[in-house]
Protein backbone atom coordinates (compact mmCIF):
# COMPACT_ATOMS: atom_id res chain seq x y z
CA UNK A 1 0.00 0.00 0.00
CA UNK A 2 1.09 3.71 -0.70
CA UNK A 3 1.89 4.81 2.66
CA UNK A 4 1.05 8.44 1.95
CA UNK A 5 -2.14 6.51 1.77
CA UNK A 6 -1.66 4.24 4.54
CA UNK A 7 -0.70 7.31 6.98
CA UNK A 8 -3.84 9.38 6.07
CA UNK A 9 -6.19 6.39 6.68
CA UNK A 10 -4.38 6.20 10.21
CA UNK A 11 -4.75 10.10 10.74
CA UNK A 12 -8.24 10.00 11.18
CA UNK A 13 -9.22 10.91 14.37
CA UNK A 14 -11.59 9.02 16.50
CA UNK A 15 -13.57 9.34 19.30
CA UNK A 16 -11.79 7.47 21.54
CA UNK A 17 -8.23 8.98 20.89
CA UNK A 18 -9.72 12.41 20.94
CA UNK A 19 -11.23 11.79 24.94
CA UNK A 20 -7.57 10.99 25.38
CA UNK A 21 -5.83 14.32 24.20
CA UNK A 22 -7.98 16.87 25.68
CA UNK A 23 -7.59 14.95 29.16
CA UNK A 24 -4.75 13.75 31.57
CA UNK A 25 -3.25 10.89 32.92
CA UNK A 26 -6.09 10.84 35.52
CA UNK A 27 -8.50 11.43 32.77
CA UNK A 28 -9.60 14.31 33.86
CA UNK A 29 -10.70 16.86 31.17
CA UNK A 30 -7.59 19.93 30.81
CA UNK A 31 -8.91 23.08 31.21
CA UNK A 32 -9.72 25.54 28.49
CA UNK A 33 -7.69 28.53 27.76
CA UNK A 34 -9.06 32.14 26.98
CA UNK A 35 -7.53 31.15 23.35
CA UNK A 36 -9.87 27.90 23.26
CA UNK A 37 -13.26 30.54 23.54
CA UNK A 38 -12.25 32.46 20.01
CA UNK A 39 -11.06 29.28 18.15
CA UNK A 40 -14.25 27.65 18.86
CA UNK A 41 -15.79 30.80 17.60
CA UNK A 42 -14.04 30.48 14.22
CA UNK A 43 -15.01 27.18 13.93
CA UNK A 44 -18.99 27.54 14.70
CA UNK A 45 -18.65 30.26 12.16
CA UNK A 46 -17.20 28.49 9.34
CA UNK A 47 -19.24 25.15 9.81
CA UNK A 48 -22.84 26.51 10.57
CA UNK A 49 -21.82 29.85 8.01
CA UNK A 50 -18.35 28.80 5.59
CA UNK A 51 -17.68 32.52 7.07
CA UNK A 52 -13.31 32.84 7.22
CA UNK A 53 -10.94 32.30 8.45
CA UNK A 54 -10.72 28.84 7.57
CA UNK A 55 -6.69 28.35 7.54
CA UNK A 56 -6.01 29.37 11.15
CA UNK A 57 -1.73 29.10 12.57
CA UNK A 58 -1.19 29.19 16.01
CA UNK A 59 2.04 30.35 16.52
CA UNK A 60 3.98 30.31 20.11
CA UNK A 61 6.86 29.21 22.75
CA UNK A 62 7.18 25.67 22.83
CA UNK A 63 4.94 24.48 25.71
CA UNK A 64 2.53 27.26 25.65
CA UNK A 65 0.00 24.72 24.84
CA UNK A 66 -0.72 25.05 21.25
CA UNK A 67 -1.40 21.33 20.66
CA UNK A 68 -4.10 20.88 23.04
CA UNK A 69 -5.59 23.83 22.15
CA UNK A 70 -5.91 22.37 18.62
CA UNK A 71 -7.18 19.23 19.97
CA UNK A 72 -9.71 20.93 22.33
CA UNK A 73 -11.18 22.90 18.98
CA UNK A 74 -11.14 19.09 17.31
CA UNK A 75 -13.45 17.44 20.20
CA UNK A 76 -15.60 20.61 19.69
CA UNK A 77 -16.23 20.05 16.13
CA UNK A 78 -16.33 16.40 16.09
CA UNK A 79 -19.26 16.98 18.46
CA UNK A 80 -20.70 19.45 16.53
CA UNK A 81 -20.37 19.60 13.13
CA UNK A 82 -18.48 16.77 11.40
CA UNK A 83 -16.39 13.88 12.28
CA UNK A 84 -14.13 13.92 9.65
CA UNK A 85 -11.14 15.10 11.03
CA UNK A 86 -7.24 14.24 10.44
CA UNK A 87 -4.55 14.82 12.60
CA UNK A 88 -1.43 15.46 11.12
CA UNK A 89 1.90 14.87 12.62
CA UNK A 90 4.23 17.12 10.49
CA UNK A 91 7.50 15.33 11.95
CA UNK A 92 6.10 11.88 11.74
CA UNK A 93 5.54 12.51 7.77
CA UNK A 94 9.25 14.44 7.27
CA UNK A 95 10.43 11.25 8.45
CA UNK A 96 8.40 9.01 5.77
CA UNK A 97 9.92 10.98 3.51
CA UNK A 98 6.39 12.33 2.65
CA UNK A 99 5.55 16.43 1.77
CA UNK A 100 2.10 17.92 2.87
CA UNK A 101 1.22 18.06 -0.64
CA UNK A 102 2.25 14.06 -0.57
CA UNK A 103 -0.77 13.55 1.85
CA UNK A 104 -3.27 15.89 0.71
CA UNK A 105 -3.25 13.89 -2.19
CA UNK A 106 -3.35 10.91 -0.75
CA UNK A 107 -6.35 12.42 1.52
CA UNK A 108 -8.06 13.07 -1.86
CA UNK A 109 -7.40 9.26 -2.69
CA UNK A 110 -8.60 8.02 0.62
CA UNK A 111 -11.73 10.36 0.17
CA UNK A 112 -12.11 9.22 -3.55
CA UNK A 113 -12.99 12.55 -4.57
CA UNK A 114 -10.89 15.84 -4.87
CA UNK A 115 -10.93 18.26 -2.41
CA UNK A 116 -12.67 20.74 -4.71
CA UNK A 117 -15.56 18.40 -5.22
CA UNK A 118 -16.25 17.78 -1.29
CA UNK A 119 -19.97 18.22 -0.59
CA UNK A 120 -19.43 18.48 3.29
CA UNK A 121 -16.49 20.64 5.37
CA UNK A 122 -13.64 18.56 7.10
CA UNK A 123 -10.90 19.44 9.28
CA UNK A 124 -7.19 19.21 9.37
CA UNK A 125 -4.86 19.54 12.03
CA UNK A 126 -1.23 20.19 11.22
CA UNK A 127 0.91 19.81 14.00
CA UNK A 128 4.37 21.80 14.35
CA UNK A 129 3.53 22.54 10.47
CA UNK A 130 7.31 24.27 9.54
CA UNK A 131 8.66 20.86 10.18
CA UNK A 132 8.11 20.12 6.68
CA UNK A 133 9.85 21.61 3.46
CA UNK A 134 7.63 23.49 0.86
CA UNK A 135 4.99 23.64 3.79
CA UNK A 136 3.95 27.53 2.90
CA UNK A 137 3.75 26.34 -0.95
CA UNK A 138 1.72 23.29 -0.13
CA UNK A 139 -0.55 25.01 2.30
CA UNK A 140 -1.16 27.28 -0.25
CA UNK A 141 -2.24 25.06 -2.72
CA UNK A 142 -4.17 23.44 -0.05
CA UNK A 143 -6.14 26.96 0.62
CA UNK A 144 -6.73 27.50 -2.95
CA UNK A 145 -7.98 24.28 -3.93
CA UNK A 146 -11.07 23.89 -1.70
CA UNK A 147 -12.47 26.16 0.37
CA UNK A 148 -14.82 23.35 2.46
CA UNK A 149 -11.63 22.66 4.60
CA UNK A 150 -11.19 24.00 8.02
CA UNK A 151 -7.17 24.01 9.08
CA UNK A 152 -5.59 24.39 12.12
CA UNK A 153 -1.78 24.87 12.08
CA UNK A 154 0.40 24.53 14.35
CA UNK A 155 4.45 25.86 14.93
CA UNK A 156 6.90 26.61 17.28
CA UNK A 157 8.97 28.28 14.78
CA UNK A 158 7.22 31.69 15.20
CA UNK A 159 9.80 33.37 12.81
CA UNK A 160 8.62 30.80 10.39
CA UNK A 161 5.06 31.38 10.56
CA UNK A 162 5.10 35.45 10.39
CA UNK A 163 7.55 35.33 7.64
CA UNK A 164 5.02 33.32 4.59
CA UNK A 165 4.45 35.50 2.04
CA UNK A 166 2.45 32.69 0.96
CA UNK A 167 -0.20 32.44 3.05
CA UNK A 168 -0.11 35.81 5.36
CA UNK A 169 -3.32 36.93 3.34
CA UNK A 170 -4.74 33.38 3.66
CA UNK A 171 -4.48 32.25 7.01
CA UNK A 172 -5.55 34.04 10.49
CA UNK A 173 -1.87 33.80 12.92
CA UNK A 174 -3.05 33.72 15.87
CA UNK A 175 0.16 34.16 18.83
CA UNK A 176 -0.53 32.13 21.67
CA UNK A 177 1.08 33.59 25.06
CA UNK A 178 2.16 32.46 28.39
CA UNK A 179 -0.39 31.45 30.82
CA UNK A 180 -1.81 34.64 32.53
CA UNK A 181 -1.90 34.37 36.57
CA UNK A 182 -5.95 33.79 35.81
CA UNK A 183 -5.10 31.00 33.62
CA UNK A 184 -2.24 29.47 35.57
CA UNK A 185 -4.33 29.05 39.47
CA UNK A 186 -7.01 27.37 37.03
CA UNK A 187 -4.53 25.04 35.74
CA UNK A 188 -2.94 24.61 38.99
CA UNK A 189 -5.84 24.46 41.41
CA UNK A 190 -7.23 21.72 38.64
CA UNK A 191 -4.35 19.64 38.97
CA UNK A 192 -4.26 19.94 42.61
CA UNK A 193 -8.08 19.07 42.69
CA UNK A 194 -9.67 18.50 39.16
CA UNK A 195 -13.59 19.15 40.85
CA UNK A 196 -12.42 22.43 42.49
CA UNK A 197 -10.67 24.48 39.70
CA UNK A 198 -10.52 27.97 40.60
CA UNK A 199 -12.27 29.61 37.82
CA UNK A 200 -11.76 33.75 37.18
CA UNK A 201 -14.51 35.87 38.33
CA UNK A 202 -16.67 36.26 34.72
CA UNK A 203 -16.32 39.93 33.44
CA UNK A 204 -13.49 40.47 35.93
CA UNK A 205 -10.74 40.45 33.28
CA UNK A 206 -12.51 42.99 30.98
CA UNK A 207 -13.85 45.72 33.31
CA UNK A 208 -10.18 46.01 34.92
CA UNK A 209 -8.17 46.52 31.32
CA UNK A 210 -11.20 49.32 30.60
CA UNK A 211 -10.64 50.76 34.08
CA UNK A 212 -6.48 50.71 34.22
CA UNK A 213 -6.07 51.24 30.09
CA UNK A 214 -9.32 53.18 28.89
CA UNK A 215 -10.27 55.46 31.01
CA UNK A 216 -10.82 59.04 30.13
CA UNK A 217 -9.71 60.42 33.25
CA UNK A 218 -7.59 59.53 36.63
CA UNK A 219 -11.25 59.93 38.54
CA UNK A 220 -13.22 57.73 36.04
CA UNK A 221 -10.41 55.03 36.52
CA UNK A 222 -10.67 55.52 40.56
CA UNK A 223 -14.35 55.21 40.15
CA UNK A 224 -14.22 51.57 37.85
CA UNK A 225 -11.84 50.31 40.06
CA UNK A 226 -13.08 51.04 43.65
CA UNK A 227 -16.49 49.23 42.10
CA UNK A 228 -14.30 45.91 41.94
CA UNK A 229 -12.40 45.82 45.01
CA UNK A 230 -14.91 43.67 46.62
CA UNK A 231 -14.70 41.44 43.61
CA UNK A 232 -10.94 41.04 43.56
CA UNK A 233 -10.53 40.57 47.05
CA UNK A 234 -12.95 37.92 46.98
CA UNK A 235 -11.24 35.58 44.05
CA UNK A 236 -7.49 36.48 45.88
CA UNK A 237 -8.62 35.34 49.27
CA UNK A 238 -10.44 32.27 47.80
CA UNK A 239 -6.61 31.52 45.82
CA UNK A 240 -4.68 32.01 48.57
CA UNK A 241 -7.03 29.38 50.84
CA UNK A 242 -7.08 27.18 48.08
CA UNK A 243 -3.11 27.02 48.13
CA UNK A 244 -2.35 27.72 51.40
CA UNK A 245 0.04 30.37 50.40
CA UNK A 246 0.02 34.01 50.19
CA UNK A 247 -0.71 35.91 46.89
CA UNK A 248 2.56 37.29 47.25
CA UNK A 249 3.99 33.87 47.05
CA UNK A 250 1.93 32.92 44.58
CA UNK A 251 2.33 35.99 41.81
CA UNK A 252 6.29 35.42 42.50
CA UNK A 253 6.11 31.63 41.46
CA UNK A 254 3.66 32.33 38.43
CA UNK A 255 6.20 35.00 36.99
CA UNK A 256 9.13 32.61 37.58
CA UNK A 257 8.64 29.14 37.03
CA UNK A 258 4.40 28.56 35.82
CA UNK A 259 3.77 30.90 33.26
CA UNK A 260 4.48 28.12 30.63
CA UNK A 261 2.09 25.01 30.40
CA UNK A 262 4.53 22.42 30.01
CA UNK A 263 6.51 22.98 33.32
CA UNK A 264 3.07 23.42 35.44
CA UNK A 265 2.95 20.05 37.12
CA UNK A 266 6.90 20.18 37.73
CA UNK A 267 7.52 20.71 41.34
CA UNK A 268 11.22 20.86 41.49
CA UNK A 269 12.62 24.80 40.21
CA UNK A 270 16.00 23.09 39.18
CA UNK A 271 14.78 20.63 36.47
CA UNK A 272 12.01 23.87 35.10
CA UNK A 273 15.42 26.28 35.09
CA UNK A 274 17.53 23.18 33.50
CA UNK A 275 14.17 22.48 30.76
CA UNK A 276 13.75 26.57 30.03
CA UNK A 277 17.29 26.76 28.81
CA UNK A 278 17.29 23.45 26.99
CA UNK A 279 14.20 24.87 25.52
CA UNK A 280 16.31 27.97 24.13
CA UNK A 281 18.93 26.21 23.00
CA UNK A 282 15.86 24.06 20.85
CA UNK A 283 14.60 27.21 19.59
CA UNK A 284 18.69 28.47 18.10
CA UNK A 285 19.30 24.93 16.80
CA UNK A 286 16.07 24.38 15.20
CA UNK A 287 13.59 26.82 15.10
CA UNK A 288 15.50 29.36 13.54
CA UNK A 289 16.27 28.70 10.24
CA UNK A 290 20.03 28.22 8.80
CA UNK A 291 21.77 29.27 12.26
CA UNK A 292 25.01 28.57 12.10
CA UNK A 293 26.58 27.32 15.62
CA UNK A 294 28.85 30.89 15.62
CA UNK A 295 25.46 32.78 15.28
CA UNK A 296 23.72 30.44 18.36
CA UNK A 297 27.18 31.22 20.59
CA UNK A 298 25.96 34.81 19.59
CA UNK A 299 22.22 34.96 20.44
CA UNK A 300 23.41 32.91 23.86
CA UNK A 301 25.74 35.74 24.84
CA UNK A 302 23.13 38.45 23.41
CA UNK A 303 20.22 37.12 25.79
CA UNK A 304 22.73 37.19 28.70
CA UNK A 305 23.90 40.59 28.13
CA UNK A 306 19.99 41.64 27.70
CA UNK A 307 18.47 40.34 30.31
CA UNK A 308 20.90 42.19 32.45
CA UNK A 309 19.98 45.77 31.06
CA UNK A 310 17.19 48.17 30.97
CA UNK A 311 17.29 49.24 27.52
CA UNK A 312 20.13 48.31 24.93
CA UNK A 313 21.69 50.89 22.29
CA UNK A 314 22.63 49.10 19.03
CA UNK A 315 25.84 51.65 18.61
CA UNK A 316 26.87 49.88 22.44
CA UNK A 317 26.22 46.45 21.44
CA UNK A 318 27.97 46.37 17.78
CA UNK A 319 31.07 47.50 19.49
CA UNK A 320 30.83 45.23 22.10
CA UNK A 321 30.26 42.00 19.93
CA UNK A 322 32.37 43.52 17.71
CA UNK A 323 29.43 43.08 15.08
CA UNK A 324 27.79 45.90 12.94
CA UNK A 325 25.30 47.75 14.00
CA UNK A 326 23.05 46.21 11.10
CA UNK A 327 23.68 42.34 12.56
CA UNK A 328 22.60 43.42 15.99
CA UNK A 329 19.42 44.76 14.48
CA UNK A 330 19.14 41.63 12.57
CA UNK A 331 19.54 40.04 15.65
CA UNK A 332 17.22 40.93 18.08
CA UNK A 333 15.02 41.62 15.22
CA UNK A 334 15.02 37.51 14.91
CA UNK A 335 15.10 36.88 18.74
CA UNK A 336 11.79 38.93 18.77
CA UNK A 337 9.83 37.01 15.97
CA UNK A 338 10.95 34.46 17.32
CA UNK A 339 8.68 35.03 20.33
CA UNK A 340 11.61 34.88 22.73
CA UNK A 341 12.13 39.08 22.77
CA UNK A 342 9.47 41.14 23.56
CA UNK A 343 11.12 44.68 21.81
CA UNK A 344 9.88 48.14 22.69
CA UNK A 345 10.76 51.32 21.04
CA UNK A 346 11.26 54.85 22.68
CA UNK A 347 7.75 57.24 22.93
CA UNK A 348 8.04 60.12 20.78
CA UNK A 349 7.97 60.49 17.26
CA UNK A 350 8.96 58.70 14.03
CA UNK A 351 12.86 59.89 14.12
CA UNK A 352 12.97 58.83 17.99
CA UNK A 353 11.11 55.58 17.34
CA UNK A 354 13.82 54.98 14.13
CA UNK A 355 16.83 55.21 16.35
CA UNK A 356 19.53 53.37 18.09
CA UNK A 357 17.92 52.65 21.41
CA UNK A 358 15.70 49.86 22.19
CA UNK A 359 13.98 48.19 25.42
CA UNK A 360 13.72 43.98 24.41
CA UNK A 361 11.84 42.40 27.43
CA UNK A 362 10.96 38.86 27.43
CA UNK A 363 8.11 37.09 26.29
CA UNK A 364 8.36 34.72 29.59
CA UNK A 365 10.00 36.12 32.36
CA UNK A 366 10.94 32.44 33.30
CA UNK A 367 13.43 32.87 30.55
CA UNK A 368 14.62 35.62 31.99
CA UNK A 369 14.68 34.31 35.40
CA UNK A 370 16.28 30.96 34.03
CA UNK A 371 19.04 32.89 32.17
CA UNK A 372 20.01 34.69 35.85
CA UNK A 373 20.46 31.27 37.14
CA UNK A 374 23.39 31.10 35.37
CA UNK A 375 25.58 33.27 37.17
CA UNK A 376 24.01 33.90 40.44
CA UNK A 377 21.73 30.47 40.94
CA UNK A 378 19.53 31.54 43.49
CA UNK A 379 20.88 34.95 44.77
CA UNK A 380 19.33 37.09 42.59
CA UNK A 381 19.58 40.69 43.46
CA UNK A 382 16.86 42.74 44.00
CA UNK A 383 17.08 45.03 41.18
CA UNK A 384 17.20 42.16 38.47
CA UNK A 385 14.46 40.60 40.26
CA UNK A 386 12.51 44.11 39.21
CA UNK A 387 12.95 43.27 35.59
CA UNK A 388 10.68 39.93 35.99
CA UNK A 389 7.75 42.40 36.84
CA UNK A 390 8.48 44.50 34.38
CA UNK A 391 8.54 41.18 31.08
CA UNK A 392 5.13 40.02 32.79
CA UNK A 393 3.80 43.60 32.68
CA UNK A 394 4.73 43.87 29.07
CA UNK A 395 3.16 40.53 27.55
CA UNK A 396 0.19 41.43 29.16
CA UNK A 397 0.44 45.05 27.55
CA UNK A 398 1.26 43.17 24.37
CA UNK A 399 -1.74 40.98 24.59
CA UNK A 400 -3.73 43.27 25.39
CA UNK A 401 -3.09 46.61 23.23
CA UNK A 402 -3.29 47.33 19.29
CA UNK A 403 0.13 47.59 17.18
CA UNK A 404 1.89 50.13 18.06
CA UNK A 405 0.50 51.86 21.54
CA UNK A 406 2.98 50.45 23.55
CA UNK A 407 6.07 52.38 24.23
CA UNK A 408 8.90 53.05 26.77
CA UNK A 409 9.41 56.58 28.43
CA UNK A 410 12.31 58.32 26.85
CA UNK A 411 13.86 61.66 26.76
CA UNK A 412 14.01 62.35 30.64
CA UNK A 413 16.46 61.88 33.19
CA UNK A 414 14.51 58.93 34.50
CA UNK A 415 11.92 57.36 32.07
CA UNK A 416 8.93 55.43 33.14
CA UNK A 417 8.84 51.91 31.75
CA UNK A 418 5.86 52.05 29.91
CA UNK A 419 4.03 54.53 27.86
CA UNK A 420 0.63 53.94 26.71
CA UNK A 421 -0.68 55.76 24.24
CA UNK A 422 -4.52 55.70 24.27
CA UNK A 423 -7.22 58.90 24.03
CA UNK A 424 -5.56 61.90 23.74
CA UNK A 425 -3.04 61.78 26.19
CA UNK A 426 -0.78 58.72 27.45
CA UNK A 427 -0.72 56.66 30.48
CA UNK A 428 2.47 56.24 32.15
CA UNK A 429 2.70 52.64 34.27
CA UNK A 430 6.12 52.25 36.36
CA UNK A 431 6.83 48.57 37.71
CA UNK A 432 8.95 47.19 40.53
CA UNK A 433 9.04 45.11 43.65
CA UNK A 434 8.31 47.83 46.28
CA UNK A 435 7.98 51.07 44.41
CA UNK A 436 6.31 54.13 46.11
CA UNK A 437 7.42 57.34 44.53
CA UNK A 438 5.68 58.76 41.66
CA UNK A 439 8.29 60.87 40.81
CA UNK A 440 9.31 58.92 37.25
CA UNK A 441 5.20 59.32 36.25
CA UNK A 442 4.61 63.06 37.38
CA UNK A 443 8.10 64.39 35.48
CA UNK A 444 6.68 62.72 32.18
CA UNK A 445 4.61 65.00 31.34
CA UNK A 446 1.85 65.64 29.40
CA UNK A 447 0.24 62.42 30.63
CA UNK A 448 -3.73 61.22 31.39
CA UNK A 449 -2.96 59.38 34.56
CA UNK A 450 -0.23 57.26 35.84
CA UNK A 451 0.04 53.61 37.72
CA UNK A 452 2.79 52.64 39.84
CA UNK A 453 2.45 48.92 40.02
CA UNK A 454 3.99 47.28 43.27
CA UNK A 455 4.87 43.39 43.82
CA UNK A 456 4.08 44.00 47.77
CA UNK A 457 1.29 45.80 48.61
CA UNK A 458 -2.37 43.95 48.46
CA UNK A 459 -4.20 47.24 48.22
CA UNK A 460 -5.27 50.12 46.09
CA UNK A 461 -4.10 53.58 46.46
CA UNK A 462 -4.39 56.82 44.87
CA UNK A 463 -2.84 59.90 45.19
CA UNK A 464 -5.52 62.62 43.63
CA UNK A 465 -2.66 65.51 43.33
CA UNK A 466 -0.46 63.38 40.96
CA UNK A 467 -3.38 61.54 39.35
CA UNK A 468 -1.57 58.44 40.11
CA UNK A 469 -2.84 54.79 41.13
CA UNK A 470 -0.67 52.62 43.43
CA UNK A 471 -2.18 49.51 41.89
CA UNK A 472 -0.82 46.11 44.06
CA UNK A 473 0.36 43.76 40.72
CA UNK A 474 -1.86 41.18 41.82
CA UNK A 475 -4.66 43.42 40.06
CA UNK A 476 -2.80 43.79 37.51
CA UNK A 477 -2.30 40.18 36.65
CA UNK A 478 -6.01 40.10 36.37
CA UNK A 479 -6.41 41.62 33.09
Do not use: C
Amino acid sequence: MDIALQYIRQSRVTRSLLEGKIRDGRNEKIPYRHAYVLLRSHARHFFTQRQPPRMIALSGLRGVGKTTLAWQTAHYVYHHFTKSIYYINVDEIVRYDLSILAVIKALEAHLKRPLAALDAPIMLIFDEVHEAAHWQKDLKILYDRSDMVFVIATGSSALQLHNSPDLATRWNLLKIYPFSFAESILARSWMLSPHRPIFPIRGLSASLRDALLYAHSFDAAKKALDARIKQVQKYLSTIETHFDASIQHLVNEYISYYNIARFLPLQNKIIIIDSILELLDRIFSKDIPHSTPLQIGLYRRLLRRIAESDTVHLHTLSKEFRISEIEVEHFITTLTQAEILLTLYPHGGIRTKTGMLRKPLFLSPSIRRALFSQPYRNRIPNSLKAKLYEDITAMYLKRILSEGLLNFGYGKKKNPDFVIETHNSPIIIEVGQSKISPAQITQYRPYRYGILLNAKIQTVGYEPTHRVIHLPLSWFLLL
